[in-house]
């Protein structure tokens, strides 16, 4: 069980559960075609974003397996919404989670995308005792990719056209780590 204390501080960001003023931060970058291109979803219009934002405030504690955490992410320095952040559950007694996060494109490249994955990874490793933690992403994501391993990751399995997305067969690229691997690293 996750009841994490909020926020959560990183360096530069803050983490913290979601709220319904954030409707049009989320949309701003949730709206996006370069977003959503390697999503399961095309761009939200303002009431799908409205949808999933309902969710998302929902996602605040892992109680039991199977829910996520759903954490929105600020800029420390300007309180700005750039991001969300998500940490799975998968398996209690696998001790086994993933983490996902999507960023508004002006503010990629700048390291935010690893620095919240690493409070993601802290969040499984010390808050759930998780064994160990995995991140998915589309094969052509290269960028996805590369936050992953900056945030300590190791690529394992490279699925070759195995899910049909938007029409078209995609490969799945899966990286993980375990706890004792993570603890090493800091």
């Given at each position: 069980?996750?009841?994490?204390?909020?926020?959560?501080?990183?360096?530069?960001?803050?983490?913290?559960?979601?709220?319904?003023?954030?409707?049009?931060?989320?949309?701003a970058?949730?709206?996006?075609?370069?977003?959503?291109?390697?999503l399961?979803?095309?761009?939200?219009?303002?009431?799908?974003?409205?949808?999933?934002?309902?969710?998302?405030?929902?996602?605040?504690?892992?109680?039991?397996?199977?829910?996520?955490?759903?954490?929105?992410?600020?800029?420390?320095?300007?309180?700005?919404?750039?991001?969300?952040?998500?940490?799975?559950?998968?398996?209690?007694?696998?001790?086994?989670?993933?983490?996902?996060?999507?960023?508004?494109?002006?503010?990629?490249?700048?390291?935010?995308a690893?620095?919240?994955?690493?409070?993601?990874?802290?969040?499984?490793?010390?808050?759930?005792?998780?064994?160990?933690?995995?991140?998915?992403?589309?094969?052509?994501?290269?960028?996805s990719?590369?936050?992953?391993?900056?945030?300590?990751?190791?690529r394992?399995?490279?699925?070759?056209?195995?899910?049909?997305?938007?029409?078209?067969?995609?490969?799945?690229?899966?990286?993980?780590?375990?706890?004792?691997?993570?603890?090493?690293?800091?």
């Amino acid at each position: 069980m996750l009841k994490p204390h909020h926020p959560i501080r990183t360096q530069r960001l803050t983490l913290r559960p979601f709220t319904p003023a954030d409707l049009d931060p989320l949309h701003a970058f949730q709206s996006l075609p370069e977003v959503a291109r390697y999503l399961y979803w095309e761009p939200r219009d303002l009431e799908q974003v409205r949808q999933a934002l309902e969710t998302k405030i929902t996602q605040s504690a892992l109680l039991e397996e199977g829910q996520a955490l759903a954490l929105a992410v600020e800029l420390t320095a300007t309180g700005e919404l750039i991001g969300d952040a998500v940490l799975f559950w998968h398996s209690r007694l696998h001790r086994s989670g993933e983490i996902g996060y999507l960023f508004h494109p002006d503010h990629h490249g700048r390291g935010y995308a690893t620095e919240a994955a690493q409070a993601l990874l802290e969040l499984g490793f010390d808050g759930l005792d998780l064994h160990r933690i995995t991140g998915r992403l589309d094969g052509r994501n290269t960028a996805s990719a590369r936050v992953l391993e900056r945030a300590g990751m190791r690529r394992e399995a490279h699925l070759v056209e195995n899910e049909m997305v938007k029409g078209e067969w995609t490969d799945e690229v899966i990286y993980a780590i375990l706890q004792r691997e993570w603890r090493a690293r800091r």
